[in-house]
């Protein structure tokens, strides 16, 4: 009963916002490391400092939290991509407003992987996942991969013109693939990390072959 009520004094307040965010960053860290199958509650409350009905209050169950642990990353890396693409919107229409574009989401899309405070642990909370699915299946779509893609695709079209929807569209699909296969080599790259040269020598060269495949989507007029 004492504990129920204590729970309850926690709704809206500053310490239950701080409880929540204590438990989710004990649950990100130790997903990461672990995954989920591995990883219980008494490990995660005894880690943030809460008790055992902490979960449940905050989340529902186990899942709910493993959920929102991604929920919580994967919200702030589509902001970070999406607020880079909108931050090159307005590049006036010029023979390097493409390169901006691809060059912001590149980066956007790279760079976050090799933050040693949220960026390794995203690798590793992903890889897990791919290994031993937990999250809803459109989950990642539906909350990251279909909102920037729209933003790309538009954003791809206004400074390329002639560009079709349908052709930006294949092409947003092949910058991604190219993205992704880069993410997995630098997420590779744990004991011997990548360079902050090496890493803008990749992304330039991601953005050269990317701005030429774009280019070459566009009818030729005449």
């Known amino acids: 009963m004492n504990e129920g009520v204590h729970q309850r004094r926690d709704v809206g307040s500053e310490s239950g ?10 649950a ?11 990883t219980s509650v008494r490990h995660v409350t005894r880690e943030a400092g809460c008790n055992l009905a902490a979960v449940n209050y905050h989340f529902g169950s186990k899942l709910g939290l493993y959920q929102e642990v991604f929920r919580r990353r994967m919200d702030a890396v589509r902001e ?3 607020a880079s693409l909108r931050r090159v919107a307005a590049v006036e229409q010029g023979p390097g407003a493409l390169e901006a574009v691809l060059h912001a989401f590149a980066a956007s899309f790279i760079e976050p992987l090799v933050d040693q405070s949220h960026g390794r642990t995203l690798t590793e909370l992903i890889g897990r996942e791919m290994l031993d699915p937990h999250l809803p299946p459109q989950m990642f779509r539906a ?22 929807e349908e052709a930006a569209r294949q092409c947003v699909q092949s910058i991604v693939g190219q993205l992704v296969q880069a993410a997995q080599r630098v997420s590779r790259q744990q004991a011997t ?8 020598a990749l992304v330039d060269h991601i953005v050269r072959f990317s701005a030429g495949g774009v280019r070459a989507c566009v009818p030729a007029s005449g």
Do not use: H, N, Y
Not at 193 to 200: D, E, G, K, V
């Open 17 to 26: 916002a701080q409880t929540r965010e204590r438990l989710l960053d004990a």
């Open 193 to 200: 990390p990548f360079s902050p040269p090496a890493l803008s």
């Open 80 to 82: 970070q991509r999406l």
């Open 28 to 38: 990100e860290t130790m997903f990461a490391s672990r995954g989920f199958a591995a």
């Open 143 to 164: 909350e990251i991969a279909g909102p920037v893609q729209q933003s790309l695709s538009q954003a791809l079209r206004t400074v390329t013109p002639g560009l079709s």
